[in-house]
């Protein structure tokens, strides 16, 4: 089945540095990706819809000038974390797929945030 | 906007039938899913049932879908210490993205 692989599984960063997560599709295009975030015991909360070759669209709530995205090209998304505060640590996890007539949605490993 | 909800805990024995359950809202869903997340993973797709279906069966697992109640379950037959982990259900529509219930915390005691 398709593939998606988020990098890297775990961070630990310093207040005010910026960092950034990488989410592939390993064999299939996706001209769309999603980047969640889980709290603990909570359930996935969906930050922004990743477009290739375009802006991303942003959910209610969502900085965009803090949570960068990047789909430069039709098997790379990037979430850049900016000027991370400790409220940032949580779970980032990335799809791909669930298109319309695709019903399969891939997620990669997701990356588990530590601000310090 | 619309809500999947889902128990949050299911404790069984080894060996027995767990059966996890989900309600969602949107009537105009069009997939239905069931997701597995081990601790500090991402998430595993188990099966999912078109809404013209009421019944998908894949190996172990048992999918029901009661669609005038808009109620779903996950049986998980003969469940193994392995299949410890959280499961999550999860509808979508169209062109939308996908709505998560919070989760269901499986734990299989030996």
């Known amino acids: 089945g398709a593939v998606v692989s988020q990098h890297p599984s775990r961070v630990i960063c310093k207040s005010g540095t910026s960092v950034k997560i990488e989410c592939r599709s390993l064999?299939?295009?996706?001209?769309?990706m999603f980047w969640y975030r889980q709290f603990p015991k909570q359930s996935l909360m969906l930050m922004a819809t990743?477009?290739?070759?375009?802006?991303?669209?942003?959910e209610q709530g969502v900085e965009k000038d803090k949570f960068l995205i990047n789909h430069a090209s039709l098997t790379l998304s990037t979430l850049t974390v900016t000027s991370a505060h400790p409220e940032d640590s949580s779970f980032y996890i990335c799809?791909?797929?669930?298109?319309?007539?695709?019903?399969?949605?891939?997620f990669g490993q997701g990356t588990r945030l530590t601000v310090v | 906007g619309e809500d999947v909800e889902q128990s949050l805990f299911l404790s069984v024995r080894e060996g027995d039938s767990s059966v996890i359950n989900c309600t969602y809202t949107d009537s105009s869903s069009t997939y239905l899913y069931w997701y597995k997340q081990e601790p500090g993973a991402g998430l595993q797709l188990l099966t999912y049932i078109f809404s013209n279906m009421d019944m998908k069966q894949d190996q172990r697992l048992t999918v029901l879908l009661n669609k005038k109640d808009k109620h779903l379950s996950l049986r998980i037959a003969d469940t193994q210490t392995g299949d410890s982990a959280i499961y999550f259900c999860a509808e979508k529509s169209g062109y939308s993205t996908l709505t998560f219930g919070k989760g269901t915390m499986l734990l299989v005691s030996p």
């Open positions: 990743s477009n290739e070759g375009s802006k991303a669209t942003y």
């Open positions: 064999d299939f295009q996706a001209t769309t």
């Open positions: 799809s791909a797929g669930g298109r319309r007539g695709v019903a399969e949605a891939f």
